[in-house]
């Protein structure tokens, strides 16, 4: 089967195309004919060796996929034939790649299987934020940053999905297109007035805040939180891992909130199927439309990471493979 293979960790740039044996479903585990992977940062570091897992090179990329089952095991509930997304640890960018049952769900039918790629990580590691950690309840007024990225995207979608309010925060006027296409009701640009821009938006102060980016943002928004309010920590876009002075949270009577989605399936992967019902009910429903900020052939898939790293591209990116 056709592949892209990493040959050392020296970025995208060791990306190639390649002719590898077709995988075997191991226990546990389904055959999926991918039609499209997502791009993610996760792939974008694994290029460099510099995620957590580091697999030995050569390998295949990819952790986002979305596709038609050729095998699976009986007791799995799928079938041949079905269209899912999944989330698998690599191996995704390729024509077959094979995933674990408990990260595989069916696709909803009204999503393609572009958008289903924003399923399998981005939409499952927003529902685990606002849901799981952050408590979302209907009428809280959530803060968004990344709001034009895959997460930031999912993010907005589904808390106006559970009854939210939500102001998002975007770094130019042509993420702000992207922010209100995903259905926030207030956009912010990054500026030197975000801050008081944010406080009248919602002067009594935000539930929830997401924070994908970290950095500065990270204290600026900690003092945007209403009392008992929950800032989602769920990752660091912006380079910088920003210190806590805890002394803050003590008076303030405020929460902050790890989000490591990846790291809680081992401890209980039950949590993708919980979120997919959710997901294909919304999608069902209208209330989740992933955006699509760009596709790209799977041999510029190099290119679909740089673009990433380099801040060109918005929402969710993928890759054709069929």
């Known amino acids: 089967m056709k592949a892209l293979r990493l040959t050392s960790e020296d970025g995208p740039d060791a990306l190639e195309i390649a002719e590898i044996d077709t995988p075997s479903a191991g226990a546990g585990e389904v055959l999926i004919d991918v039609h499209a992977a997502g791009v993610s940062f996760v792939d974008l570091l694994m290029t460099r060796g510099q995620y957590q897992e580091r697999p030995d090179v050569p390998f295949v990329p990819g952790i986002e996929v979305s596709g038609v089952v050729r095998e699976a095991p009986a007791e799995s509930g799928l079938r041949p034939g079905e269209r899912v997304a999944a989330h698998v640890p690599q191996g995704g960018y390729a024509e077959v790649v094979a995933a674990g049952t408990a990260t595989t769900f069916r696709l909803p039918d009204a999503l393609s299987f572009r958008q289903g790629t924003a399923l399998a990580v981005n939409y499952q ?8 950690r952050g408590r979302l309840a209907g009428g809280d007024h959530v803060l968004v940053h990344g709001a034009a990225g895959g997460v930031g995207t999912a993010s907005i979608q589904l808390a106006k999905g559970f ?34 821009q944010a406080r009248q938006t919602c002067p009594e102060g935000y539930a929830i ?11 600026d928004s900690l003092r945007l939180l209403a009392p008992e309010g929950r800032h989602l920590v769920i990752g660091f876009a912006a380079g910088g891992i920003p210190q806590l002075k805890v002394n803050r949270v003590l008076l ?16 209980e992967p039950a949590v993708v199927q919980q979120a997919a019902q ?3 009910r919304m999608a069902g429903e209208g209330v989740i439309r992933p955006v699509i900020g760009g596709a790209y052939a799977l041999d510029e898939a190099a290119t679909a990471l740089r673009d990433l790293e380099g801040h060109r591209t918005s ?5 054709d493979v069929r």
């Open 315 to 319: 929402a969710k990116v993928v890759i």
């Open 252 to 267: 303030r009577n405020v929460d902050v909130v790890g989000v490591g989605w990846g790291a809680f399936l081992k401890r």
């Open 209 to 219: 805040v997401v924070d994908p980016v970290g950095g500065q943002i990270f204290d």
């Open 125 to 132: 590691t927003a529902h685990f934020a606002l849901i799981r």
């Open 163 to 196: 009854g939210a309010q939500v102001t998002a925060v975007v770094r130019s006027e042509r993420n702000a297109a992207v922010a209100k296409e995903a259905g926030a009701d207030d956009v912010l640009v990054m500026n030197d007035e975000w801050v008081k």
């Open 278 to 280: 959710d997901l294909g």
